[in-house]
C-alpha cells in the first residue's frame, strides 16, 4: 500500500524558512521521480519542484533560486527546503509519486506566509 505522509508546514513571516518532508511507503523509492506542488485557496493545484532518481531537481519559475528540493533515498524521504518565503507562497504543499496508472498523493501540509 502506497503512503506519503507530509510535514512540517507552518506559520512563518515573510522572508522566513520552512523545511518539508514526505515519507514515502509501499513504493520502490529510489527509482522514481518525486514532486511537490501546492495548492492555494480558489487555484488550481501547481507543480513546485520535481527530483529525478538521480537528484536531479526542477523547479517552478515562481520557486528557482529560493526552494531546494533533496532526497534521502535510505530514509524513503523527500523534502522541500523553502526560503525567502513570500504570501504568494501560503497554500497546502502535497507530496506526488506517479505510476503510469495511478497518481498517489500525501493529506497535504498547510504553509501560510504572513507579510
Known amino acids: 500500500q502506497v503512503q506519503l505522509v507530509e510535514s512540517g508546514g507552518g506559520l512563518v513571516q515573510a522572508g522566513g524558512s520552512l523545511r518539508l518532508s514526505c515519507a514515502a511507503s509501499?513504493?520502490?523509492?529510489?527509482?522514481?521521480?518525486m514532486h511537490w506542488y501546492r495548492q492555494a485557496p480558489g487555484k488550481q493545484r501547481e507543480l513546485v519542484a520535481s527530483?529525478?532518481?538521480?537528484?536531479?531537481?526542477n523547479y517552478a519559475d515562481s520557486v528557482k533560486g529560493r526552494f531546494t528540493i533533496s532526497r534521502d533515498n535510505a530514509k524513503k524521504t523527500v523534502y522541500l527546503q523553502m526560503n525567502s518565503l513570500k504570501p504568494e507562497d501560503t497554500a497546502v504543499y502535497y507530496c506526488?509519486?506517479?505510476?503510469?496508472?495511478?497518481?498517489?498523493w500525501g493529506q497535504g501540509t498547510q504553509v501560510t506566509v504572513s507579510s
Open positions: 509501499g513504493i520502490s523509492f529510489s527509482t522514481n521521480v
Open positions: 527530483i529525478s532518481s538521480g537528484g536531479v531537481g
Open positions: 506526488n509519486y506517479n505510476t503510469p496508472w495511478v497518481a498517489y
